[in-house]
């Protein structure tokens, strides 16, 4: 089992930059695959971004392409989510999760996810 805990939501104005953490413990394996979703009420969580722990290419939506970079650490087991230029529609609860082997974009891939940390942005 993975655990994974995220943190450093909050509420910022449209503009601004915000950093996501994710903290992963439990049976976290170098091979995994690490990724990013949001989801805001009444609608399906959708894919932000991913990386492996083991590096390679890093994918991105595009509706965050060019405003968002994704990073490991995997001595501390955290992967970040760096969003800057933030706009009102970026608000929502942003969720940690995690799979075996490689990236997808696809939610249903991913057997590991955190509580969320809720992202507000106001215009």
């Known amino acids: 089992q993975v655990q994974l805990m995220e943190s450093g939501g909050g509420s910022v104005q449209a503009g601004d930059s915000l950093t996501l953490s994710c903290l992963a413990s439990?049976?976290?394996?170098?091979?995994?695959?690490m990724a990013w979703f949001r989801q805001t009420p009444g609608e399906e969580r959708e894919f932000v971004g991913a990386?492996?722990?083991?590096?390679?290419?890093?994918e991105y939506a595009d509706s965050m392409k060019g405003r968002s970079t994704i990073s490991k650490d995997y001595a501390k087991r955290t992967v970040y989510l760096q969003m800057n230029m933030l706009k009102p529609e970026d608000a929502a609860v942003y969720y940690c999760a995690a799979k075996d082997w490689f990236t997808s974009r696809n939610r249903q891939d991913y057997p590991y996810w955190g509580q969320g940390t809720q992202v507000t942005v106001s215009s």
């Open positions: 990386i492996r722990w083991s590096g390679g290419r890093i």
């Open positions: 439990g049976e976290v394996q170098y091979r995994h695959a």
